[in-house]
């Protein structure tokens, strides 16, 4: 359902009088009325003219979100419930001309509507999703100038999000070039924000506390990368992200020298890990408008984590027609050998995967060959392909960048060949180029029926939901660093709020950090659509399936589920999340090196008795990962409370089987 409201409610003047209109404000608002539709914004009304002190907010279910002009100038701010969230903060851009739009502005337009929509992902934390949201759109004329551009507000109950749209210079060329965005984020006193750079661990710090990091050859300064959380003094947490940033480079935030406060937008000019040209501004044809920044809110810790669903809101309905040929799965990498892919396969089959993936080193050297087309003499890949298409397992192929020159070609290859997926690797997210080669590519593979799971140092913008083909991306600290058990209990409330994570769980290995059902639980808390199982192993070391007790979780948990609901949690301390797939619910349970035991309501399970198989941490090893896993069963119903107990960075998975 889809509702419009209020569309004709003129914008008053600090006496309350509505504004005058007059044939030259009728003239300028017909200009920005073609503008606005073209970007799919709908029709507007006549222009108003506005003094100088004006206000509009969006509100749903207790969230509010306001844009005001105050002495000329664009800010915004965020509440809910009646407490602040984001502070009176700046709203701008600055062209590559020096022109600022937002400091010295004129409201010539303000429409409102409410929607109401509910859509189905092809994969995803729920089978619907719920689009429920009131918008306050705003058309702007820079004083000095004459530019036209505009203002977009979404109030949500899960959120808020902002974005701006270039109508037109002013010179009729329809381009226009940015060269920052003013956008800041000014939190309460003594927010904490968890700060995070490329793929190192979270940082809890004072916003005006960011460590400068970079380097010559990339952007330097006090950087964060998104998404950003921050637990505020009054209880609520927000997660900054971005969604729909296609034709645009990526967003990061700074500290703000001597304002404790906000945080600042920061475009990024360099590739993450200093790959590339470097780009200054960014030159668009209007209208454009730029991608959505969106504060996900929590009233609690656990709340933040169920309302991630806002990042996919704000993105792109889905381009393909056909997604019937989109499996999301779980995945095991072989070695170099024809025999191990074959083994591979079979290890796929009896563990529940779906399945292999050759990785770096297929083709040869992956820095030194630029051509991703003849494998290894070691391996006989049309073998492998067959014998796994034959048992039902798809394959899937890692490419390092360098031998992405021609992806059309490439990827119509791999579709010949019978390959099922494509991992693309040191893929340098940053500027507006490599936003524009990255969509590229998901757009190329969904043409060859690829799936994509893009690598190294990218970062999530609601994308999946547009191409759903591209299913899973890292930009995040996961088991090839081997993090500690607070990282991966601070990441459901940062990183993953911003989309699917490849995080490569291992179990039973010696590097880990943690408890082997710290990481099975990993399988349920963590949103992950294609999940790498097994990371460092060989089929050879689980034959003996009596040694493993945690395998038949491994085999039966799915990676996407029909309803989700976080039961706990606390960023940086512990989470407990439980999915459902069909009638089946899969819990998992972490805590940082803390040992704790949480007591959790089974009120979300429905009528009846169901079989808790529970795999649990065992007496503490001498070490976390020594740490053996013991299963246990027992019959629990929706009255039941389970006492979840975990050992210092431990954890506890789940499985609740309706009988």
Known sequence: MRTAGDQEEPIADRGGRPGAL????????????????????????????????????????????????????????????????????????????????GSDVTVTENQRCTVHDTWSPVYGRNATVTDHY????????DTASGIRF????????????????????????????????????????????????????????APDAIPSTGTSS???????????????SNGFIACICESSRVNFPRLMLSSVPGQPGPLSAFLMEHTARGTGPVETTTAVT???????????????????????????????????????????????????????????????????LQYIEYDAGWYGPEFSTPDATTPIAAIDLPS??????????????????????????????????????????????????????????????????????????????????????????????????????????TLPFARNIGGPMDYTICYGQSRNKTTNAHQMAMAAVYYQPLNFLFWYDKPSKYANTAGWPGLPWFNAVPTTWDESRTLAGSIGEYVAVARRNGSTWYLGAMTNETARTLSIPLAFLGDGTYTATVYADGTPGSSPYRTPVVASTQTVTSETTLDVAMEGSGGQAIILKQN
Not at 219 to 232: I, R
């Open 286 to 352: 209007t209208p454009f408008a730029t991608p959505w920044r969106a504060v996900v809110i929590g009233s609690t810790h656990a709340e933040l984590v169920d309302n991630a669903e806002l990042v996919l809101n704000l993105a792109p309905a889905g381009a393909l027609t056909d997604t019937s040929w989109i499996k999301p799965g779980k995945v095991f990498r072989c070695e170099l050998s024809t025999a191990a892919g074959i083994a591979g396969v079979d290890f796929a089959v009896a563990r529940g």
């Open 384 to 489: 492998v392909i067959s014998y796994a298409t034959g048992k039902g397992i798809g394959v899937f192929l890692y490419v390092n960048r360098l031998a992405l020159t021609d992806a059309d070609s490439l990827f119509g290859l791999y579709k010949s060949w019978g390959v099922a997926g494509i991992k693309l690797g040191f893929i340098n997210d940053g500027t507006k180029a490599m936003t524009d080669q990255i969509t590229e590519w998901a757009r190329t593979a969904a043409k060859y029926q690829l799936l994509i799971d893009m690598h190294d140092d990218v970062r999530p913008f609601g994308y999946e939901r547009t191409y759903p083909n591209y299913i899973s991306l890292e930009g995040v600290r996961g088991n090839e660093q081997f993090p500690t058990a607070t990282h991966n209990v």
């Open 134 to 141: 009131q918008e306050q759109r705003w058309n702007l004329q």
């Open 22 to 101: 007059s044939r030259r404000g009728m003239l300028k608002g017909a200009a920005v009325t073609v503008g606005m539709a073209a970007v799919g914004l709908g029709a507007t009304r006549s222009a108003y003219a506005a003094d100088a002190s004006v206000s509009a907010t969006a509100r749903m279910g207790g969230t509010s979100i306001t844009m005001s002009v105050v002495d000329g100038a664009l800010q915004w701010s965020v509440a809910r419930g009646g407490k602040t969230v984001i502070d009176a903060s700046a709203l701008g851009l600055r062209l590559s001309d020096g022109t600022v739009l």
């Open 218 to 232: 990339t952007d330097q300064g006090p950087l964060t990368d998104l998404p950003l959380t921050a637990t505020l």
């Open 150 to 205: 505009g203002v977009q507000i979404r109030a949500y109950k899960t959120g808020v999000a902002l974005r701006y749209v270039l109508l037109d210079t002013g010179t009729g060329t329809g381009t226009a070039t940015v060269a920052d965005e003013l956008t800041t984020f000014a939190f309460p006193d003594d927010t904490i924000v968890y700060s995070a750079r490329d793929e190192n661990a979270y940082n809890p710090v």
